[in-house]
T-cell receptor
Framework: EAQVTQNPRYLITVTGKKLTVTCSQN?????MSWYRQDPGLGLRQIYY???????DKGDVPEGYKVSRKEKRNFPLILESPSPNQTSLYFC????????????FGPGTRLTVL | KQEVTQIPAALSVPEGENLVLNCSFT??????LQWFRQDPGKGLTSLLL???SQREQTSGRLNASLDKSSGRSTLYIAASQPGDSATYLC??????????????WGLGTSLAVNP
């Protein structure tokens, strides 16, 4: 089944404790992206990647890092989480040619205390 | 700056009704528009994708239309069912975003279909 997976689905952590949210897609998509969703603000892009070893900032990159060492994986790293990073996070992937539909993972609900 | 607005923010209808959800965007230079469904705890499901050159797309009981010049899209749901209850999100991809396939999102319409 073609899908985007994220882990963990739910995470409660404390300020300053480094964490990684994994994202993996099995559709051989070149493009991957991370969004966060907050009430009243909607979804906003954090980082994106056009292909392996190619990443760039989205609209709200502060406090986040990403890497793209393999085509299928695009982990989101919070080196020192803060309470304002409490949010619902979505990973997305898409082909860069042909059909333009974006596919999304199930989301990761992060709470930083 | 592109802004996407969805009206109404919430909608409650009895089962069987036909309904229309609205999405408007301020910049007509879009590449495409996508409608999603969001269920609690289940992420985002793509419903329909309309390219900027298209006027509408249909999938089952769903029909989405696009009027680029007026900056509007509608999602029509025929014969609504309780299982249609969810939040419906509209998102546009800009025509001039370069390599970034970033989507600009509305805040969604929360739909409740009552048995």
């Amino acid at each position: 089944e073609a899908q985007v997976t994220q882990n963990p689905r739910y995470l409660i952590t404390v300020t300053g404790k480094k964490l990684t949210v994994t994202c993996s897609q099995n559709m051989n998509h070149e493009y991957m992206s991370w969004y966060r969703q907050d009430p009243g603000l909607g979804l906003r892009q954090i980082y994106y990647s056009m292909n392996v070893e190619v990443t760039d900032k989205g609209d709200v990159p502060e406090g986040y890092k990403v890497s793209r060492k393999e085509k299928r994986n695009f982990p989101l790293i919070l080196e020192s989480p803060s309470p304002n990073q409490t949010s619902l996070y979505f990973c997305a992937s898409q082909r860069t040619s042909g059909p333009n539909e974006q596919f999304f993972g199930p989301g990761t609900r992060l709470t930083v205390l | 700056k592109q802004e996407v607005t969805q009206i109404p923010a919430a909608l409650s209808v009895p089962e069987g009704e036909n309904l229309v959800l609205n999405c408007s965007f301020t910049d007509s230079a879009i590449y495409n528009l996508q409608w999603f469904r969001q269920d609690p705890g289940k992420g985002l499901t793509s419903l329909l994708l309309i390219q900027s050159s298209q006027r509408e797309q249909t999938s089952g009981r769903l029909n989405a239309s696009l009027d680029k010049s007026s900056g509007r899209s509608t999602l029509y749901i025929a014969a609504s069912q309780p299982g249609d209850s969810a939040t419906y999100l509209c998102a546009v991809r800009l025509d001039n975003a370069g390599n970034n396939r970033k989507l600009i999102w509305g805040l969604g319409t929360s739909l409740a279909v009552n048995p």
